[in-house]
């Protein structure tokens, strides 16, 4: 995304990437009209990808798509909802969970159901298979790397800002945390 749509000039994204068809003009959309703006949406993956990864160049990036902007939704912030949500995203703390455990056993489902039963948008989760290679895991989120599962259970990382609690295996625990 960044390699073929971002505008290295004037920031933001392009509807076309750079390989693409020549045009007169690459256009450029922020209007979040009944569908949202792809740059909208650029935007909130972006900064939820800086959270899953702990990759602080992508909120750089996401900083540089917010000021390319910062003209137009002063103007009218009402056509910039999507947007404007991704921007209160960026502005408020995260939770960061990392469950680890066998995503087909009974445990692991019940603290992925804790996640999944409210709307929840400033929390960002990973499940992490312990049976799988979590290398490749590890090199998307290098924070994931030393998180175990305690004595073959599913255990959860609560953590905010990337500072962590103390793991649980306790689904009510879990819950707990959340809540604060």
């Not at 137009?72 to 999507?82: K, N, R």
């Not at 019940?110 to 290398?135: C, Q, Y």
């Not at 895991?137 to 103390?166: E, M, Q, W």
């Amino acid at each position: 995304m960044l390699h073929l749509f971002w505008d290295d000039k004037g920031g933001g994204f392009f509807l076309t990437p750079k390989d693409g068809e020549s045009l007169l003009v690459r256009p450029k959309e922020i209007y979040d009209g009944a569908l949202p703006s792809g740059n909208s949406v650029a935007l909130y993956n972006l900064l939820r990808l800086e959270r899953f990864t702990a990759n602080p160049d992508l909120g750089v990036k996401a900083k540089q798509l917010v000021q390319a902007f910062s003209d137009s939704l002063q103007e009218a912030p009402s056509g910039y909802a999507q947007f404007l949500a991704s921007l209160c995203f960026a502005l408020s703390s995260t939770t960061e969970v990392v469950i680890v455990g066998d995503p087909r056993a009974k445990d692991t489902r019940e603290m992925l159901s804790i996640l999944r039963k409210k709307f929840t948008p400033h929390i960002v989760a990973l499940l992490k298979d312990p049976a799988l290679d979590s290398g490749y895991l590890a090199t998307l989120a290098p924070f994931t790397a030393n998180h175990t599962s305690i004595d073959g259970k599913a255990t959860a990382y609560v953590c905010r800002n990337f500072s962590c609690k103390s793991p649980t295996s306790d689904t009510k625990e879990l819950l707990a945390l959340l809540q604060n």
